[in-house]
Antibody, heavy 119, light 107 residues
């Protein structure tokens, strides 16, 4: 069974750092890109970026470039999304999902990680 | 970057109705368009890829069409389980972008 299991909810203060994770199982992790999608409370889906686990090549949306870092540890089939300095506006649910490659859609999603940033 | 514009933002309809949601791309994306359904508190679910290819297990009342810059998602006869939010997404080029969503609600 394909699974993308994300780390649990986080409550952080502005300025703090954070790394959330997404562990894949039930499929060949290096055959798929991992993408991250933000959903702010009551709002729509925003594509943040993607990583290719074979070579860690990344693409970011300009809206998120420089504010987040996507990384991967293919030895443990886990992708990460991290912030060095959180803002209140980072409060959202973050989904990881997989993409087979260029010309393929997102076909499977994790359950989401809720990140709350509040002083 | 490619902008995706969905319309309408909200659609009120009744069980049994035929409904259509439109998605427009700011530049041509060939047929690299997907449709997702999202229910409250859940992750999105892929319905249609490559503009019109129905995913396995998705009811045949869902259909997609279009190419280039204009696309549609049609539900032929609404069922109670279909009331949700629908998103289009282009995967022609990075950054892959979503439409703003269409909230399909019960009239």
């Amino acid at each position: 069974e394909v699974q993308l299991v994300q780390s649990g909810a986080e409550v952080k203060k502005p300025g703090e750092s954070l790394r959330i994770s997404c562990k894949g199982s039930g499929f060949s992790f290096t055959n798929y890109w991992i993408t991250w999608v933000r959903q702010m409370p009551g709002k729509g889906l925003e594509w943040m970026g993607r990583i290719d686990p074979t070579d860690s090549n990344t693409n970011y949306s300009p809206s998120f470039q420089g504010h987040v870092t996507i990384s991967v540890d293919k030895s443990i089939s886990t992708a990460y999304l991290q912030w060095s300095s959180l803002k209140a506006s980072d409060t959202a649910r973050y989904y990881c999902a997989r993409i087979y490659g260029s010309g393929w859609p997102v076909d499977y999603w994790g359950q989401g990680t809720l990140v709350t940033v509040s002083s | 970057d490619i902008q995706m514009t969905q319309s309408p933002s909200t659609l009120s309809a009744s069980v049994g109705d035929r409904v259509t949601i439109t998605c427009r791309a700011s530049q041509t994306i060939s047929r690299w368009l997907a449709w997702y359904q999202q229910k409250p508190g859940k992750a999105p679910n892929l319905l249609i890829s490559e503009a019109s290819s129905l995913e396995t297990g998705v009811p045949s009342r869902f259909s997609g069409s279009g190419s280039g810059t204009e696309f549609t998602l049609t539900i032929s006869s609404l069922q109670p389980d279909d009331f949700a939010t629908y998103y289009c997404q282009q995967y022609n080029s990075f950054p892959y972008s979503f439409g703003q969503g269409t909230n399909l609600e019960i009239k």
